[in-house]
Every structure is written in C-alpha cells, then in structure tokens.
C-alpha cells in the first residue's frame, strides 16, 4: 500500500524545492503547480477562454493575461477553480494509480493550497515546508514583478502558516540552508516508508 503524503506551504517558503528533494530520493511526486502549467497548454484552454475571453494565445493559456482577470477577484478565481481543479484531480489519481502498480512505498502530493481546498482529506499525513516570516518576505519580494500589494493579495488567499504549522504531521524548516532540509526529508522518508 502507497502511503499517500501531502506537501504544502506558503509562498517562499521552499516547497518546490523540498519537494525535489522528495524526487531526488526517487520519491514520486505529483506537482500540482506543473499540472496546471500542462492543462493551460491543452485540455483546459477552451473551458478557460470560454470563461475568460482572450486570455488565450496560439492554443495556450497566457497566465498573465487570465492574472489581470482573477487575480485579487474571488469569483472569478472560484469559477477559474470549477474548471481547473477536477481536471488537477483526475492527473492526480492517474499519478497515484501508477506510484500504486509501480510498488512505491511512499507517494507526495505537492499541492500549494493544500489546506485551502482540502487536499489534506486525500492524505494520510501532511508535511508543511516553513521559514520564518522575515526569511518568506525576503524570497518573495526578490522575485521578478512582486510588490506589497501582490504578496498581501496572495497571503490572503492563503492559510496563515502558523495554522498549517499547527495541522501538519511534519514541518520542515526550509530557513536553515538546503542540507539541513535534506535531513528532515530523509528522515520523514524513512518515518513513513516502514508505515505504507
């Protein structure tokens, strides 16, 4: 039996790369984020352009065109989320029907808003990545086009993290440099492989 565990944290607090981590330890991990990246490229683009006209170019969802059409707009991101996230779910059950007859012990859900949209219900445990605030704000406004008024609109949508921290089975402190998380990795990797 595939022990099914879900991964999750706030923006700029290291879950991409924790979750390579995962995968560099031949872990299979189903990236939500990359999901969506692939269904704005085929199987999603004609619902979403229906919904959001001319947010589509050359057969492809411009995600910065459909941002400047939900973002900070709750019932736009709640119909966005009607047609994306069945789509999420149904890659998501093939990823885990294949970690199954493949005989993986252990199988990670890397989903953002895990939390937020009850992901955690198809988990046996969840670990969330973490840094502290200071450490977050610093990754996140380094990134290209990020301002206040962006971040506070997406710490918004998001569960505060002293909640997940308070929910998760595993926190993993992503503030300590990269080796230091590997450990805790690791040692979640061992913890759960000897339960599946």
């Known amino acids: 039996m595939t022990f099914i565990l ?7 607090m290291g879950k991409s790369a924790t979750a390579a981590m995962f995968r560099a330890r031949g872990v299979p991990v189903h990236d ?9 490229a085929g199987p999603a683009v004609e619902a979403v352009e ?5 947010v589509s170019v050359d057969g492809v969802i411009d995600r910065a065109k459909l941002g400047r059409q939900v973002f900070g707009n709750a019932e736009a991101m709640r119909t966005l989320e009607t047609i994306v996230h069945p789509l999420v779910h149904a890659a998501e059950q093939d990823f885990l029907a294949t970690a199954r007859a493949k005989g993986a ?5 890397d989903i953002p808003l895990l939390y937020e949209t009850g992901g955690e219900r198809r988990c046996r445990a969840v670990a969330v990545v973490s840094a502290p605030a200071r450490i977050q704000r610093e990754r996140v406004m380094a990134r290209p086009g990020m301002d206040e008024e962006r971040f506070a609109v997406i710490l918004a949508r998001q569960v505060p993290d002293v909640e997940k921290r308070r929910r998760a089975h595993f926190i993993i402190d992503s503030s300590k440099g990269l ?5 805790q990795v690791d040692a979640i990797i061992t ?5 599946a």
């Open 6 to 12: 879900g991964l999750t944290g706030s923006i700029g």
């Open 32 to 40: 939500a984020d990359a999901t969506v990246h692939r269904l704005y």
């Open 50 to 54: 229906a919904a959001f006209p001319g």
């Open 105 to 109: 012990n252990l199988a990670v859900l």
């Open 179 to 183: 080796d230091f998380a590997q450990s």
């Open 191 to 195: 913890a759960l492989s000897s339960t």
